[in-house]
């Protein structure tokens, strides 16, 4: 049973920054894309970032780039985000997604697991 934990999360205030985990179980994904996206209130999951297993390349919505990195250890089967210059709109729960059957890495419907989610609220 594949499941993936999320951790990290919390409240911060402006400014700061936070690193999210999300620990993979179940089988291992070194060989697949994993990604983030984050809910707030009212709004739809969006697409934050993505890291393809093949040269480690990640991608990023326009809305986070230059403040979060998005990296990954397959020997942990981990990936991380890294979260800095946080804001308040990044005040979502962020969700660790796997199991990416394209064909694109920021739609929902690609990824077949999800994590449960880990609050992150930023205080102006």
């Known amino acids: 049973q594949v499941q993936l934990v999320e951790s990290g999360g919390g409240l911060v205030t402006a400014g700061g920054s936070l690193r999210l985990s999300c620990a993979a179980s179940?089988?291992?994904?070194?060989?697949?894309?994993m990604a983030w996206f984050r809910q707030a209130p009212g709004n739809e999951r969006e697409f934050v970032a993505a890291?393809?297993?093949?040269?480690?390349?990640?991608y990023y919505a326009d809305s986070v780039k230059g403040r979060f990195t998005a990296s990954r250890d397959n020997a942990k089967n981990t990936v991380y985000l890294q979260m800095n210059s946080l804001k308040p709109e990044d005040t979502a729960v962020y969700y660790c997604?796997?199991?990416?059957?394209?064909?694109?890495?920021?739609?929902?419907?690609?990824?077949?697991?999800w994590g449960q989610g880990t609050q992150v609220t930023v205080s102006s």
């Open positions: 890291i393809r297993a093949s040269g480690f390349i990640p």
């Open positions: 997604a796997a199991g990416f059957s394209g064909p694109t890495m920021s739609r929902r419907s690609s990824y077949a697991y």
């Open positions: 179940g089988r291992t994904f070194s060989s697949d894309t």
